[in-house]
């Protein structure tokens, strides 16, 4: 089991910019898949972006070319930059750890992404 820790959320304008951060704690970091999840008012939550221990990474249609998920093992962290912000990508953004081996699935607390003018 980890524990997560989101950060980074806030309020900007369109077509800026903002990174997230997740910090894990407990268990190995290496067999965690992560990633970062949404859910907006009234919607289910969906995945936007996901990264494998070896660094291979998946997103969401709606956010590829903007946004692009990191991790530091080192740090134990990953990361949601996400650029060229539009009103539809607001929602509170979850970080997951998917456990390669258990296949079971730890979440953080959320941060907001609010993006208006």
């Known amino acids: 089991q980890v524990q997560l820790v989101e950060s980074g959320g806030g309020l900007v304008q369109p077509g800026g910019s903002l990174r997230l951060s997740c910090a894990a704690s407990?268990?190995?970091?290496?067999?965690?898949?992560m990633g970062w999840y949404r859910q907006a008012p009234g919607n289910e939550r969906e995945m936007v972006a996901r990264?494998?221990?070896?660094?291979?990474?998946n997103y969401a249609d709606s956010v590829k070319g903007r946004f692009t998920i990191s991790r530091d093992h080192l740090q134990k962290q990953v990361f949601l930059q996400m650029n060229s912000l539009k009103p539809e990508d607001t929602a509170v953004y979850y970080c997951?750890?998917?456990?390669?081996?258990?296949?079971?699935?730890?979440w953080g607390q959320g941060t907001q992404v609010t993006v208006s003018s």
């Open positions: 407990g268990s190995n970091f290496s067999i965690y898949i």
């Open positions: 990264i494998s221990p070896g660094s291979s990474t």
């Open positions: 997951n750890a998917e456990n390669m081996i258990s296949r079971t699935n730890d």
